[in-house]
């Protein structure tokens, strides 16, 4: 019975802690937001050297206003400046990973099953000004989970998420063309 639950507990760790960066697990260091990501949000490039290179990011509300912690019941606007060295993009899916922080694992970041919908999303109806042009500009990208409020209703109010966005370049072999990381407090509310 007991090499039963042992046999139990790897599967689930397998699915549950890959991927996303682990830390080693020891309570005294282990933040309630890693990070200070009570404080201010941070946020790197997933990959280095692809198509679109961004240089800043600062959530707000859609009205520009700085917001944060962000909210998730709202559309949140991430304000970028990017370079795109490559040519303008105008056929873009986007594929969004969440993960939360924490949990009976204990202090690492764990993958949110979100079912498959937050892949290929179309990103030019959905959020991203398209064409994304040649050279510098600065891109104004809407991350909107409302429409998946089954999603929103299993997370934890006031906690730290991490959320992988990437973009792929839809007419050239879905090539990825961006990639950040952006870690926040979010509130659901
Ligand atoms: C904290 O941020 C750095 C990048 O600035 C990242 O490499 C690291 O994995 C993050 N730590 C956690 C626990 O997410
Ligand atoms: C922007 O929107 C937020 C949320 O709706 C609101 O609290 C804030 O007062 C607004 N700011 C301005 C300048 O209208």
């Not at 692809?50 to 949140?76: C, D, K, Q, W």
């Not at 398209?130 to 429409?147: H, L, N, R």
Request: negative net charge; glycine residues 6%.
């Amino acid at each position: 019975m007991f090499s039963y639950f042992i046999a139990f507990a790897a599967v689930v760790a397998v699915v549950f802690c890959s991927p996303g960066p682990r830390y080693k697990h020891n309570f005294a260091d282990c933040p309630a937001f890693p990070n200070k990501t009570d404080i201010a949000p941070t946020w790197w490039q997933c990959t280095q050297g692809l198509a679109i290179t961004t240089n800043t990011a600062s959530p707000s509300f859609m009205n520009g206003t700085a917001e944060y912690p962000i909210h998730l019941s709202a559309p949140v606007l991430i304000t970028t400046d990017i370079v795109n060295s490559g040519p303008a993009l105008s056929s873009l899916l986007a594929d969004i990973s969440l993960w939360e922080w924490g949990g009976w694992l204990g202090c690492s970041w764990h993958s949110f099953p979100t079912f498959g919908l937050l892949d290929n999303i179309n990103a030019c109806t959905h959020g991203t000004p398209c064409p994304v042009p040649a050279g510098a500009s600065k891109m104004k990208t809407v991350i909107d989970f409302t429409p998946y409020a089954p999603i929103i209703k299993l997370l934890k109010n006031a906690a730290p998420y991490q959320i992988q966005y990437s973009l792929k370049d839809h007419s050239n072999g879905d090539k990825v063309v961006s990639c950040i990381m952006f870690q926040s407090e979010a509130l659901l509310q």
